[in-house]
């Protein structure tokens, strides 16, 4: 039905930057809210940053300032700019879409995740 693709996970050292990219694709009709989500090891998974399909945005306390979310929504992409990174933004990065797609002769709504992408922020 619907697939959430991302991109751009790596290594980088402390204080650098890395964009992260997330494409949905499949049978969308309109994507609400969408978001990047993180999970360091031993650790609940927890919001980064989500943007609402009118583009307001939220961040959590401890990346404000320093992350960027945007999203393309002709192309239902988004994004997550990470500056200034630091050793305890390591995690593995999720993507998050609410999604309202078709199916059949209904439109149905539900949440999307993607398969995740590392980031490793290591000297």
């Known amino acids: 039905q619907v697939q959430l693709v991302e991109s751009g996970g790596g290594l980088v050292l402390p204080g650098g930057s890395l964009r992260l990219s997330c494409a949905a694709s499949?049978?969308?009709?309109?994507?609400?809210?969408m978001g990047w989500y993180r999970q360091a090891p031993g650790k609940q998974r927890e919001l980064v940053a989500a943007?609402?399909?009118?583009?307001?945005?939220n961040y959590a306390d401890s990346v404000e300032g320093r992350f960027t979310i945007s999203r393309d929504n002709a192309k239902n992409t988004v994004y997550l700019k990470m500056n200034s990174l630091k050793p305890e933004d390591t995690a593995v990065y999720y993507c998050n879409a609410d999604v309202t797609y078709i199916n059949g002769s209904y439109f149905r709504r539900r949440d999307y995740w993607g398969q995740g992408t590392q980031v490793t922020v290591s000297s």
């Open positions: 943007v609402t399909s009118g583009g307001s945005t």
């Open positions: 499949g049978s969308i009709f309109s994507i609400n809210a």
